[in-house]
């Protein structure tokens, strides 16, 4: 595990660009500091697919996937509390897992403690033939209940890229969903594993919600197209929801959407940026959102003009609209992002940024109003899918950071940041 030995880090809150109404970039400088502790948690080597949930008790729960007896992989949950970690527990162990480095599994805490959980599971030969299953538990993960799938589609398709968190006593669900791809009459029906094969569909983004005793509410379609394999975001602003995903045009075009509503009336799509990025396929590069109250702000990746770029919004009317983006990467971006959100308004991010040996994991601290700060190293890793998505939660005056180490030596890594100013 390592002793924790806090490094201080500063940042100084630079000059960049304008602000989400036009405002010119802050010319003031300011500082905060951040305390960057040693390892605190570790898995052995081929664990991978770490995502981080932020408990409203203050606690922080960990999920991933590692390797157990035979060809089975386990699926496990760490608590992460004042005393420090809780004993991994196993939520389900098999060898159907759908075991991806861009499409892991997640967890949410609701009202009441109960927990769900997320993950993905094959239903059929195909690669990408695979649904996603839940589980809750009303005893902290001492045991769980039988899994029960997501969505009501039964189809042989790709289901995944899952959003989760906690929404009127339960939990709001969005996921990209293959099911208007499936093609009973074709000779292999799912062998487009939902990325645009033989029906000429394409994927959809659809909702649920989840009670505590398990019941799922009505499922409502969202987009009835968006790019095939770029995560999800969900955020609650004030008495409403908001989605962030990355729609796909008839020209190819995919840049970032939102949708915001509440149960089974949404709006309609609006982008966040018009950076007119036109790919024929799925960049596997999705957006992440942070709100509090009608204040939102996004982070997502794009290529547009074939130079990679790391970008930033802020909207102060829930998401309806958003204002200038600003650029936050150092140049070579690989995307991979995440953010959180800080009392002053300003957000971290985080993202993957190539260098000339080894890939980074950086974050950087954007306001409002269009001051960046300086560049943090979280760790060095791999530029290789097998490194993953690195993932951020908050809990207080703390950041905890995930990320996996490809490689025998490798796994599941954690460690801890204090913010002071």
């Not at 990408?128 to 993960?141: I, R």
């Not at 959003?163 to 799912?190: F, K, N, R, T």
């Not at 005793?213 to 009835?224: H, I, N, Q, T, Y």
């Not at 396929?281 to 990679?308: I, K, M, R, S």
Request: glycine share 12%.
């Amino acid at each position: 595990m390592g002793r924790a030995i806090p490094i201080a880090l500063s940042w100084v809150i630079a000059a960049a660009c304008g602000g989400p109404s036009g405002s010119p970039p802050e010319a003031v400088s300011t500082a905060a500091a951040l305390e960057l502790a040693a390892i605190e948690f570790e898995r052995p080597a081929r664990s991978g697919e770490p995502n981080l949930h932020a408990a409203p008790d203050g606690t922080a729960l960990l999920t991933w996937l590692e390797p157990a007896e035979g060809d089975d992989w386990a699926l496990r949950l760490s608590r992460r509390s004042d005393t420090g970690w809780s004993d991994p527990v196993t939520i389900r162990r098999t060898d159907r897992f759908f075991v991806n480095w861009a499409d892991f599994p997640s967890s949410v805490q609701m009202e009441g403690g109960t927990i769900a959980v997320h993950w993905l599971e094959k239903v059929a030969a195909s690669t990408y033939a695979y649904h996603v299953m839940l589980a809750t538990s009303s005893d902290g993960g001492a045991s769980w209940s039988a899994p029960f799938r997501a969505h009501r589609d039964e189809s042989p398709t790709e289901h995944g890229f899952v959003s989760m968190v906690p929404w009127e006593g339960g939990a709001a669900i969005a996921w990209l969903d293959g099911q208007d791809l499936y093609d009973p009459d074709a000779e292999s029906p799912s062998d487009d594993g939902g990325h645009g094969g033989g029906s000429g569909g394409a994927m959809s983004v659809r909702f649920t919600t989840l009670a505590p005793d398990g019941r799922l509410g009505a499922e409502v379609l969202l987009d009835p197209r968006s790019c095939e394999c770029c995560q999800t975001a969900l955020a609650t602003t004030g008495h409403a929801l908001i989605a962030a995903y990355r729609d796909r045009s008839p020209e190819e075009v995919r840049d970032i959407a939102v949708v915001r509503g509440i149960g089974e009336t949404w709006s309609e799509p609006s982008h966040v940026s018009a950076d007119a990025w036109t790919i024929p396929g799925c960049p596997v590069n999705g957006p992440q959102l942070v709100a509090a109250g009608e204040e939102v702000a996004a982070a997502w990746y794009t290529g547009a003009g074939g130079d990679p770029q790391v970008y930033a919004a802020f909207s102060r009317d829930g998401g309806q609209t958003f204002g200038t983006r600003i650029r936050i990467d150092e140049g070579l971006p690989m995307g991979r992002v995440d953010i959180e959100r800080l009392d002053d308004g300003s957000v971290l991010v985080t993202w993957l940024e190539a260098s000339d040996d080894r890939a980074r994991v950086l974050v950087r601290r954007v306001s409002p109003r269009g001051g960046v700060g300086e560049a943090v190293v979280i760790t060095e890793t791999d530029g290789a899918r097998a490194s993953g998505f690195p993932r951020m939660v908050r809990l207080g005056s703390e950041l905890l950071f995930a990320w996996t180490l490809p490689g025998d030596g490798g796994g599941i890594r954690v460690r801890s940041a204090r913010i002071t100013d």
